[in-house]
């Protein structure tokens, strides 16, 4: 069953991708800013909490140097580490958590 959920939520991210970087590359000049916001906020969706914090941390570090991010570039790199942050928190962290969950309730139910 994780199985199946682990290859939907890899395929839906690769697919993000995909079809957002295409996008961009087809679209005109002056929609390419609102498909990286799209972009940006269908991998939190799919990263979220985790993706949340990436995407902040990387607002905050790219603010403090004074450094103007943006472009496909900055979001493909923003991705690639949402998408790693993500495959951990979804499928380490949780079910790690999860079962230490449950081996707590059977041990307090004995």
Do not use: C
């Not at 002056?30 to 799919?46: M, N, Y």
């Amino acid at each position: 069953m994780i199985l199946r959920f682990k290859l939907i939520w890899f395929l839906l991210m690769i697919l993000l991708l995909l079809v957002s970087v295409l996008w961009y590359w087809l679209s005109g000049d002056s929609s390419q800013e609102e498909i990286l916001i799209e972009f940006s906020l269908l991998t939190i969706f799919l990263t979220f909490p985790v993706g949340y914090i990436v995407y902040a941390g990387a607002g905050l570090i790219t603010w403090s140097l004074n450094y103007e991010a943006g472009g496909i570039l900055y979001a493909v790199v923003l991705w690639m580490i949402s998408l790693i942050t993500g495959y951990y928190q979804w499928f380490k962290l949780l079910p790690y958590l999860v079962e230490k969950v449950r081996s707590k309730h059977q041990k307090a139910t004995k």
